[in-house]
């Protein structure tokens, strides 16, 4: 009677917590990390970064625009007009370094320049003229300017830019992954735990009730409701402390869950872990040498180095390129017409053209040669961090592939733990029931099988997270690995 009776307490159990867990919503780690990846306000502002480059591009972009420009003045002296100028332009830049400028240049008076005035020799005076000149013509670099210069470096810099906020983006979305990963990991151990402990709590509760009715039959001593209500109360604390740390292990976890609102979400206790995600993964020397591989040449880190050097190479190309002389060329042809009649066509250098060239240079260049030394020293110093980044991101991979390969070992020993406690637990149930052992021996089995039992859900815990860690490690995201 004694053994159909345990069953049926066993049966109990089982039942109220089927009870316990109906109208549940399960929260995979997945569709966590949908979450984490749709809403969580870090990984909203991590997206801002390239955005923010690219609004960089439209500003260097902005250096090329077209610029139309006006210019007007005028004088009157006496009631009589001494000049009036009226001077609209517009400037295109172009990526080749090249200028095109085109505008009328309108002149009327009395006082106007003598260069493009009538000048009368028996005055010596210029005659009250109106006036318009049409030109368009361009300005050229032939030395300096001509394979780069500070717009043109300033647009490449901004280009480089997105991609390099692109591989912070990752990083800073892989860093967000990895901790939510880790408070996930954790509730489930914590939900697990509680779930043993409340289950050996139930079994307790009913095990007393049963040794009451046993000792009124006068077929149980009555020492045994002692040690029956010792070991319930035992395990109420427990529970109790299993309750608080499933409670605060949820609400770690909340605070990477946000609605589309950007409102916190808080989880409820209807809502479970699911342990989809935690399972072993097969990972040999060939995958650990394509993870390594990946890390030393996809890592955001290195991704960042690598833009960081392009940017420095451009400013070194740039500061090569200032070393030369100022040398610039200015043409302009124009068509001229006075009081309103065509006087001439301009053709290329006919008779009416402006042709300008500029020179300057310093004579030392030791502002040039310090900024190319420097910006040397800087690619220089680039490249031995890289270099010394690779070999971190390395060993990062192999330790953490270290620990995952010590977390299998040890969940697996865990595993073994817990199937040969709850052996010895059933064997001493049928010694108990054949009145060869007593319930302190069997409330001891039970304990080390509970012990045993959490002690597995933490090892699983620690090995789903130490996978999320390794994939972390060679810049890959976390649910990757957990599908």
Do not use: C
């Not at 946000?258 to 935690?278: E, K, Q």
């Amino acid at each position: 009677m004694k053994l159909k009776s345990l069953k049926f307490i066993l049966i109990f159990s089982i039942v109220v917590n089927s009870l316990f867990a109906q109208d549940t919503t399960v929260l995979t780690f997945n569709q966590f990390y949908q979450l984490v990846a749709s809403h969580h306000p870090i990984a909203k502002q991590a997206a801002l970064l390239p955005e923010m480059a690219k609004s960089q591009v439209i500003m260097a972009k902005g250096s090329f625009d077209p610029v139309l420009q006006v210019e007007y003045d005028s004088k009157l002296t006496k009631g009589i007009n001494s000049y009036e100028y009226v001077d609209p332009e517009i400037k295109i830049p172009t990526l080749t370094g090249i200028d095109f400028k085109a505008g009328v240049d309108k002149s009327s008076g009395a006082s106007v320049n003598p260069e493009i005035g009538k000048f009368d020799p028996l005055t010596g005076k210029t005659i009250d003229v109106n006036y318009s000149l049409l030109y368009a013509g361009f300005n050229f670099p032939v030395l300096r300017g001509l394979l780069t210069d500070q717009r043109r470096n300033e647009l490449k810099q901004a280009r480089i830019l997105v991609d390099l906020n692109q591989a912070e983006q990752v990083k800073i979305v892989n860093k967000l992954f990895l901790s939510a990963s880790k408070d996930y990991w954790t509730w489930l151990s914590a939900y697990q735990k509680y779930n043993y402990i409340k289950e050996g709590y139930l079994l307790a509760q009913n095990r007393l009730s049963y040794i009451k009715s046993r000792i009124k039959e006068g077929e149980e001593k009555p020492i045994d409701s002692v040690e029956a209500f010792i070991e319930l109360k035992r395990r109420e604390v427990l529970l109790a402390e299993s309750n608080l740390e499933l409670m605060n292990a949820r609400t770690l976890l909340s605070a990477y869950i946000w609605d589309a609102n950007n409102n916190p979400v808080m989880l409820t206790t209807l809502t479970i872990p699911a342990a989809s995600g935690s399972q072993v993964v097969v990972i040999n020397s060939d995958t650990l040498s394509r993870l390594i591989s990946y890390a030393i040449q996809l890592h955001p880190e290195m991704q960042k180095f690598n833009y960081k050097i392009g940017q420095l190479q451009l400013d070194k190309k740039l500061a090569i390129e200032n070393l030369k002389p100022q040398l610039n060329v200015s043409y302009y042809p124009f068509q001229t017409y006075t009081n309103g009649t065509s006087d001439e066509v301009a053709g290329l250098f006919s008779k009416n053209y402006k042709l300008g060239v500029s020179f300057k240079s310093s004579l030392f260049l030791r502002k040039e040669r310090g900024k190319l030394q420097l910006t040397t020293l800087k690619v220089k110093e680039t490249a031995y961090a890289q270099q010394i980044g690779k070999r971190e991101l390395s060993n990062q991979v192999i330790v953490a592939y270290n620990e995952l390969e010590n977390m299998e070992l040890m969940r697996n020993l865990q595993q073994t733990l817990v199937d040969n406690a709850a052996l010895l637990r059933s064997a001493e149930l049928q010694r108990f029931e054949a009145g060869e052992s007593s319930l302190f021996l069997v409330n001891q089995r039970e304990r080390a099988l509970l012990d045993a039992q959490s002690k597995l859900a933490e090892m699983i815990a620690k090995y789903a997270f130490a996978k999320s860690n390794l994939y972390f490690s060679a810049g890959l995201q976390t649910p990757s690995l957990n599908d």
